[in-house]
């Protein structure tokens, strides 16, 4: 997502008549802390919620043809949007259609994975247990190939319906979109769009080929993976998960721990008691709040280590006056 766009944009009318192209009416300067696991951010320009995989791939689709920046978000839980909001338009993405055919488990983008893990309990189809745990949606999911436990999305994806930058939907085989720990192509190809705004290509729905087993089974490992979760994650606190992707070799949480920052605060945002890859946004704090946190816990393990740790949350809207605020 960009920061201002150029010309002033009457929104109002924007709102209009993406409504009726496409059916759905845009919310004005809608607070993205309602929409993000961190719950900070500022007023996206406009907000639209698809409610299926059409309404996702004609949002999207207008806002490409009439080169408005856009950014789809889904459980917003790898996310911190900045205070000062997000221009353009955010594409919010509530399409949880779903069905089991056979070993088949086949989700729209929307669906919790949360949600699809106990689908697939029900179904006695085992490989998505690990998805208990991670509060995002399939799409957002296979954007990071998010996993846990032991387990990844590369590890139980068959396939996804991708509308591609080019226009195309097209139902790619898993091994095109080039899943290694918590990257996919699409991820790589999305970073590069800056210009545009948003993702460049966009997951429409995702096919997960599981496993017999028995449902009895599979619910205790549920029950295994929610009991871990509660007991070394801060889960009842605002926050985006794992602030930093893990350096080769090594844990984040522990690089941190080891500069004795559990606890430290910069405004209403610490860095976790329970867990040090973790801020919390425990006393309703602002992205900049977390951001300048994140930034001390980095410099901290860079001067102590030597190891310069990469983000794995994604920091999106617009920045550009990060930095320069009265603290
Ligand atoms: C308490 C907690 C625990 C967590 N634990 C884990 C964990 O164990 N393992 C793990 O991997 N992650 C974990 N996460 C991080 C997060 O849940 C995952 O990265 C998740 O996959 C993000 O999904 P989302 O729908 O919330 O994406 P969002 O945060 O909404 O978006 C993230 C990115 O994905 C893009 N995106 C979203 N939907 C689509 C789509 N349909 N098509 C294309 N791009 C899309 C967005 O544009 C954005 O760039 C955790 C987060 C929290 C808050």
């Known amino acids: 997502m960009t920061g201002a766009t150029a010309l002033p944009v009457d929104w109002a009318a924007l709102a209009a008549e993406i409504a009726r192209v496409v059916g759905v009416r845009p919310h004005r300067d809608e607070p993205m802390a309602r929409h993000t696991t961190m719950r900070v ?13 059409g309404q996702l791939s004609a949002l ?66 085992s490989g998505l ?4 745990a991670i509060p995002g949606t399939v799409g957002g999911a296979v954007w990071a190939n998010a996993g846990a436990h032991g387990s990844d999305m590369a590890g139980i994806l068959e396939s996804a319906l991708i509308l591609r930058a080019d226009g195309v939907v097209a139902d790619e085989p898993a091994a095109a979109l080039a899943l290694v720990y918590r990257d996919s192509r699409l991820k790589l190809i999305g970073q590069g769009s800056v210009a545009s705004g948003g993702p460049a290509e966009v997951v429409l729905q995702a096919t997960f080929r599981l496993t017999p087993a028995n449902p009895a089974e599979i619910k205790g490992r549920l029950d295994e ?24 070799g090594d844990s984040a949480g522990r690089l941190i721990d080891a500069c004795r920052l559990k606890m430290t605060r910069v405004g209403g945002a610490a860095i976790s ?55």
Not at 41 to 53: I, Y
Not at 60 to 86: M, N, Q, T
Not at 129 to 132: A, V
């Open 225 to 248: 993976i929610r009991r871990w979760r509660q007991e070394h994650q801060p889960i009842n606190l605002p926050s985006a998960g794992s602030v930093f992707r893990n350096p080769p």
């Open 129 to 132: 247990e690990f998805g208990l």
């Open 273 to 327: 008691e329970m867990h040090a890859n973790f801020i919390v946004n425990d006393r309703q704090g602002s992205a900049a709040d977390v951001r300048h946190l994140a930034e001390m816990a980095r410099a901290e393990v860079a001067r102590r280590f030597g190891i310069e740790l990469v983000y794995e949350v994604k920091f999106v809207g617009d920045w550009s006056n990060w930095g320069q605020e009265e603290r």
């Open 60 to 125: 999207v689709r207008f806002a490409r043809e009439a080169a408005i920046p856009h950014l789809v978000v889904g459980r917003g839980s790898d996310l911190v949007v900045s205070d000062a909001g997000v221009r353009g338009l955010v594409v919010l993405c509530r399409a949880e259609g779903h069905s089991i055919q056979g070993e088949r488990l086949i989700a729209e983008a929307g669906l919790p994975l949360a949600r699809a893990a106990t689908v697939a309990q029900r179904a006695g189809l």
């Open 41 to 53: 951010g500022g007023p996206a320009d406009l907000l639209a919620t698809a409610h299926d995989v």
